[in-house]
């Protein structure tokens, strides 16, 4: 069944939520209530914008799709056989694409735009209303960095209008909604009011409002440099205010009750056999052989750290080559099985609570790096790239002596765009859809893919070569029911980007030099 975005959906959420302008003119029923507590929506839009649940168990939408496609795409893990390459990524079907466009707009982003119409008018409310916008821009940019255009400035007008709102959105440009967002995150950290109340059950920073101020600062930084804008840059870095170590990261922490388990952990426990509990199941995601090679070479200290030992070689690491065609049987020429190849590490998989980094001190650094690299600051490129290692090995409690000698060595600073990307790629580990934004803005790391010769499953020669940028989606095509419910403006947005496939590039990809790519796979 089509998703109905435009009117039944929004409706259905307003209905839950009984967000009007009159409250007061409500007859409550205590056993039905008609309103929500904003202490409710404000733990709900955190816990799925931070947790990725968008669902339970593995039918979770957000983290199941991180974990089984936008991780493989640019190479951080691998399924156990490896990724077809029939086409060359398994691409979402139109069903998976609807499925994540309605968590976002009928669950995700109406309760941020509810929670901002509930503390709007309240001068006491004023820090909860900064929240909900922060968290809202937060949200938002996941969905643009998908998409590109999307209704934005009129989405959810009925929450103000039932008789003149809009239930046929336009869509914003890319453009204009960043140069917006960048707008309401400067607006919000400046309007925080640390003397005034907030939440009890903040499950990012504990109610720490200073902390706030910081986080939006710094996805504002993190906004400006992916969108090119040296002039915001330049200004956020005088202003300073950025999260400045590994305590001030935001993070979500999970909860060690079945409910609110980290996906990973949740994989490795469903996956179990019930024959051998040590036996992990095949849904729980490898490290990939292109991740793999590179901590390995670099004699990076997170190898141990981020992946598993196999099960038939205690002492031995092995990744997943991406991109393996099973038709041509290349996963069993390579040997690839369950107990031979590594499983992600077990700080992911068996810590049923442990935190998911939602914007770490580490990017804030390797932000710094870039935009002294690319001399758009006067800041030293090679001090803020030895810093975000740093902090990033020092999450992982890596002893300073190990960090230091990574840093001379393996991981010593060539002033390159290339090394910064690759390690914030490193650093970003199982957040994929950061990684996957950065991969198509720079086109770092360069992917790696197997090109074999086989004779039956035997191996006649192997070579390691460069994977196409083509290979990889620029953006998802919208949902089939944008064009049946709000046709014009979705012919509008397709028109401003030059169609609607995967091959497409978006806007702040453009603006490095990344080109659209022939429609065909």
């Not at 077809?84 to 707009?105: A, E, G, K, V």
């Not at 934005?152 to 440009?173: C, H, M, R, V, W």
């Not at 499983?343 to 932000?367: K, M």
């Amino acid at each position: 069944m089509k998703r109905k975005y435009i009117f039944i959906i929004l409706m259905s959420g307003v209905i839950l939520f009984s967000c009007t302008k009159k409250f007061e003119e409500i007859n409550t029923n205590p056993n039905n209530p008609s309103t929500s507590d904003e202490n409710y929506i404000f733990n709900y839009i955190i816990k799925e914008g931070a947790g990725e649940y968008g669902g339970s168990g593995q039918g979770r939408i957000y983290s199941n799709y991180n974990y089984s496609y936008v991780q493989r795409w640019i190479m951080q893990t691998a399924a156990v056989w490896g990724n077809s390459t029939m086409p060359p990524y398994t691409l979402f079907d139109q069903y998976r694409i609807q499925n994540l466009w309605q968590y976002f707009y009928s669950s995700l982003l109406l309760n941020c735009t509810i929670l901002e119409k509930v503390t709007a008018d309240n001068p006491d409310d004023i820090n909860k209303y900064e929240v909900a916008r922060i968290w809202k821009t937060y949200c938002f940019h996941r969905v643009t960095d998908l998409w590109g255009d999307v209704p934005y400035s009129e989405a959810f007008q009925l929450l103000d209008d039932y008789n003149s709102g809009s239930i046929t959105p336009k869509y914003d440009t890319q453009e204009e909604i960043y140069t917006d967002m960048l707008d309401v995150l400067k607006d919000a950290a400046s309007s925080i009011d640390i003397s005034k109340g907030f939440y009890a059950n903040d499950m990012i920073f504990d109610g720490d409002l200073d902390l706030w101020i910081k986080f939006a600062n710094s996805l504002r930084l993190r906004l400006a440099v992916r969108s090119g804008n040296q002039a915001v840059v330049g200004e956020i870095l005088a202003e300073g205010n950025l999260i400045s170590d590994n305590s001030e990261s935001a993070r979500f922490t999970y909860i060690e009750a079945q409910d609110w388990w980290n996906p990973y952990y949740e994989l490795n426990i469903s996956s179990k056999n019930p024959s051998n509990p040590e036996l992990t199941g095949t849904t729980v995601p490898k490290i990939s052989d292109l991740m793999k090679l590179q901590l390995e070479l670099s004699d990076d200290p997170r190898l141990a750290i981020y992946a598993q030992p196999v099960e038939t070689a205690p002492d031995t690491y092995r990744g997943v080559p991406n991109l393996m065609d099973a038709y041509k049987k290349e996963n069993q020429a390579l040997g690839m099985g369950v107990s031979s190849t590594s499983y992600i590490g077990r700080y992911f998989s068996e810590n049923p609570d442990y935190s998911n980094q939602i914007l770490s001190y580490a990017e804030v650094c390797f932000l710094r790096a870039e935009a002294a690299q690319r001399t758009w600051t006067v800041e030293d490129a090679q001090t803020w790239y030895e810093e975000g290692v740093r902090s990033a090995m020092e999450y992982y409690e890596i002893p300073d002596t190990s960090i230091t000698n990574f840093l001379t060595n393996g991981g010593a600073f060539d002033n390159s765009l290339e090394q910064i990307i690759t390690q914030k790629w490193i650093a970003l580990f199982l957040n994929g859809w950061e990684a996957y934004a950065e991969y198509r803005r720079t086109g770092f790391p360069q992917l790696k893919k197997y090109d074999i010769t086989l004779n039956g499953i035997i191996i006649v020669n192997i070579d390691t070569v460069d994977v196409p940028r083509n290979y990889i989606p620029g953006r998802l095509p919208y949902p089939d029911d944008e064009e049946d419910l709000n046709e014009a403006n979705y012919l509008k947005a397709v028109d401003n980007q030059g169609g609607d496939y995967y091959k497409q590039q978006l806007w702040w990809s453009k603006l490095f030099g990344i080109v659209d790519y022939d429609k065909e796979y």
